[in-house]
């Protein structure tokens, strides 16, 4: 293998990979690649936007690459989505690894780790273990027969799989299935104790992660490693973060915790077999008074704990902790003890624990009296599961970007890139979200693919910028056409005139087009009321599998495909299949969530606009991931068509607009529904 100085350059090992891969040179990617390159040598964090048809993922893999052969230091890349883990493994590292092996002086090595509940655990399987069905399941014989059916399937294929991964069982299974056979990380027995240890598929994971040059995570994993202070993932001191707009909701969604009364019981149930009656019982008596208590109060946040709530939760706390003390240590250490046992005890003090720490939580949550400055907001959902009604307290903190600061950029060097970083022109509005100055302290040298100077370890964090743009030409591949005419769209669902100008607009596309709605009340209304209006098919969210619905869709040039949320994002369908994107509504968060009202009381208390800096800035990147579906080849053409008058003529219309492609404008129906008609005769 070459020594470190006899290397090549960043620039030649992206031109020998893509030169290997069949690929053109592109000045966008050899831009970012050299960026990245930059930022690792200098230790400084880079946000990169790279729309799509950048290539993106080579230009942070090579430099990352580089970095790992020649440190000997693994680097770690995080995604949000499963489909970019499985490309990044399944495609592009095996093709990039052989394309170096020659240049580098060996093959690459490349690993995918992800948490331990994605994996088969052994122990359980052998031992029996399992968890108990929900309620609502005990008194339904089919849920119990399927469970049971799903069981003896993993069970089966345990014998089979060579890794234990939950995504390599196809078809796949039930969540509650498959907490039958896996465990969480606490409630892990440890590869020392378990005696199945050294057959542990998930530590197999880990080792076999130890020992590559790049390791794909996903964001809540990381989120984990860096919660908790467990270490994870192996020792890095680079991580590149795809998807990077989807960082903070990752992060939060790990750090939020609920209680509810049926969490409580479970927890008690857990612990019946192990500890005196009288103890359990007063845990499940703390859980019966506290859906007492729910019951009489209505949904919504917290200012301050309600009248009795302290008294309920006091009661859970000690009695939480009574079960927990009682628990204790084992006779002789958990080592003496029968496996099974063993993951019994693990398991009930993982759930007391869990439930103590919620009461504690919600107790010391309203110690400091600013709200701006708390670190957790709390809330009372009320929710419908199965036709039953389901009370939670929940608590999700405030802010993630301390954590993010001390425990990600304190500790390594950050790459965040993304096709959607910018929000109304600039990257500030998300770099404040993940913890780094308001202000770059720079932009980033792209014309070296080194360094030359480390920032100073007393100066605040820096971080760089860098929008290397788009291969497409926007302007005159496709059209944002806002309907001007149309009234803002109100709660009562979509009016006649919406579903008119849909009607329209779909017939003049020929059918080709997804359909983005804010609700699926929305996707499911409209896809009923165009199937009778419409010669073309139309596929609505929920008829089948996401993933079968793009192939459909994809397939058949004269199908529309109508959905909400999932579809904003990573639908990839280039071609003449997709010509037209609508959207109903400019997609702003509920004005109830409690979380996103908080945060933005807090920043309006700091003297900011609260409504720009969340809701918009939510609303803006959601905007621009679904923009981002028409064009997804540098020979795609077509309209995004805005059915919300207000993106042209709300105050922050402006704002949103500078967060989109710079696609050409147009508030003409007639002049849409022509340039439609002729781009579906051109095909």
Not at 128 to 150: H, Q, T
Not at 361 to 375: G, I, Q, Y
Not at 395 to 414: D, I, K
Request: charged share 25%; aromatic share 4%; with cysteine.
């Amino acid at each position: 293998m070459p020594s470190s100085t006899e290397l090549p350059t960043v620039p030649a090992l992206l031109k020998t990979a893509v030169h290997a891969l069949g690929g053109k040179e592109r000045t966008n990617q050899l831009t970012m690649a050299s960026a990245v390159a930059h930022s690792i040598d200098t230790g400084q964090h880079l946000a990169v936007q790279a729309g799509t048809g950048t290539g993106k993922s080579l230009a942070y893999l090579v430099p990352s690459i580089r970095h790992a052969v020649e440190s000997g230091r693994t680097v770690v890349v995080s995604t949000a989505t499963i489909a970019l883990q499985r490309q990044l493994v399944d495609r592009d590292l095996p093709r990039l690894a052989d394309a170096l092996k020659d240049a580098v002086g060996r093959r690459p090595r490349f690993a995918i780790l992800k948490g331990r509940n994605n994996y088969l655990c052994m122990n359980k399987i052998h031992t029996g273990a399992s968890e108990e069905a929900p309620e609502a399941e005990l008194f339904d014989a089919f849920a119990v027969s399927r469970l049971s059916r799903e069981v003896v399937r993993l069970t089966e294929w345990s014998s089979n799989t060579d890794t234990g991964d939950r995504d390599d069982l196809t078809p796949g299974v039930s969540d509650q299935a498959w907490r039958q056979v896996s465990v969480s990380a606490r409630e892990c027995l440890g590869k020392s104790r378990c005696p199945v240890g050294e057959d542990c598929f998930a530590e197999r994971a880990r080792a076999e992660a130890s020992q590559v040059d790049v390791v794909v995570t996903n964001h809540a994993l990381l989120a984990i490693d860096a919660i908790t202070g467990i270490q994870i993932l192996p020792e890095h001191d680079v991580v590149v973060i795809d998807e990077a707009h989807e960082l903070v909701d990752r992060v939060t969604g790990v750090a939020t915790s609920e209680l509810s009364a049926s969490t409580i019981t479970a927890a008690a149930r857990r612990s019946n077999k192990l500890i005196e009656e009288e103890i359990v019982d007063a845990l499940e008596g703390a859980a019966e008074n506290w859906a007492a208590v729910l019951e009489d109060m209505p949904p919504g946040r917290w200012a301050a704990l309600p009248e009795g709530v302290d008294a309920a939760l006091a009661s859970i706390r000690d009695s939480a902790w009574a079960v927990r003390t009682a628990i204790g240590p084992s006779r002789g250490g958990q080592a003496t003890m029968d496996p099974e046992a063993a993951a019994a005890r693990n398991a009930a003090l993982v759930a007391v624990d869990e439930v103590h720490d919620s009461a504690v939580r919600v107790l010391t949550a309203f110690d400091e009296p600013d709200p701006a400055k708390r670190k957790d907001v709390v809330w009372h959902a009320v929710d419908d599961f199965r036709g039953s009604v389901k009370r939670t307290v929940r608590m999700a903190p405030l802010s993630v970007g301390g954590l993010l600061r001390s425990r990600l950029f304190a500790e390594s060097t950050v790459v965040l890139t993304s096709a959607t970083l910018t929000v109304g022109g600039s990257f500030d509005g998300l770099a404040v979200n993940w913890g780094l100055p308001a202000e770059n302290s720079g932009r980033s040298d792209t014309a070296t693919a080194t360094g030359t100077e480390a920032p100073s370890d007393t100066g605040s964090i820096h971080w760089n910028s860098l929008d290397v743009g788009s291969p497409f030409d926007h302007a005159k591949a496709g059209i944002l056409y806002v309907a001007q005419h149309l009234s803002p769209p109100g709660r009562d669902g979509l009016s006649p005139q919406y579903l008119d100008e849909i009607e329209q607009l779909v017939t003049a596309a020929g059918g080709r087009t997804l359909g983005l709605f804010s609700s699926m009340r929305a996707a499911k209304a409209a896809a009923e009321e165009m199937r009778e209006r419409l010669d073309t098919p139309v596929l609505c969210q929920g008829d089948d599998s996401t993933g079968a619905l793009v192939k459909k869709f994809a397939d058949d040039e004269a199908t529309s495909l109508f959905g909400t949320l999932s579809l904003w994002q990573g639908v990839d369908v280039p071609g003449p299949s997709l010509s037209l994107v609508i959207l109903d509504r400019i997609p702003f968060p509920r004005p109830d969530d409690p979380l996103l009202v908080a945060r933005q009381q807090a920043v309006q208390s700091r003297g900011g606009n609260g409504f720009l800096a969340v809701a918009a800035n939510h609303a803006a990147l959601l905007l621009a991931q679904g923009v981002g579906r028409l064009l997804r080849s540098v020979d795609d053409r077509g309209v995004v068509a805005m059915l919300d008058s207000r993106l042209v003529t709300a105050r922050y219309g402006g704002y949103l607009r500078a967060s989109l492609p710079p696609f050409w404008e147009t508030s003409d129906p007639e002049v849409v529904r022509r340039a439609l008609t002729r781009l579906a005769q051109s095909r």
